[in-house]
């Protein structure tokens, strides 16, 4: 299986580096039943419309994205605050060959396509 690259997203300044805000990352199960991505939304204030295009045809999969992401960037689990960060599980139902999915800003998120 292949998957090709094909992401583009804004970019932002850290200092003086020019950072893209989506960085993202695919593999499959050994069957090939399951595709999994990290998605990486490093935007501080904005969600990303990520639109999902696989290489082949599919209608209707089960999927699921599992997102960890604070109020800010600046967000940290700590004794004081030990559910600041929590990972949020989301059920996709009717996952297909294109789709879109929002990702909230300063997010890392794991898509599974069963």
């Given at each position: ?33 399951t ?38 960037p ?41």
């Amino acid at each position: 299986m292949c998957i090709r690259d094909s992401s583009e997203s804004d970019s932002f300044y850290v200092g003086e580096k020019k950072v893209d805000a989506l960085d993202a990352v695919a593999t499959c199960s050994e069957d090939r039943r399951t595709l999994s991505l990290c998605i990486v939304n490093r935007s501080p204030d904005e969600t990303l419309e990520l639109e999902l295009k696989l290489p082949w045809k599919i209608s209707k999969r089960r999927g699921s994205l599992l997102t960890l992401c604070g109020k800010s960037p600046d967000s940290f689990n700590s004794i004081k605050n030990p559910d600041e960060v929590i990972p949020e599980a989301r059920s996709l139902n009717k996952v297909k060959s294109t789709s879109t999915i929002e990702i909230p800003p300063h997010s890392v998120n794991i898509l599974k396509i069963h």
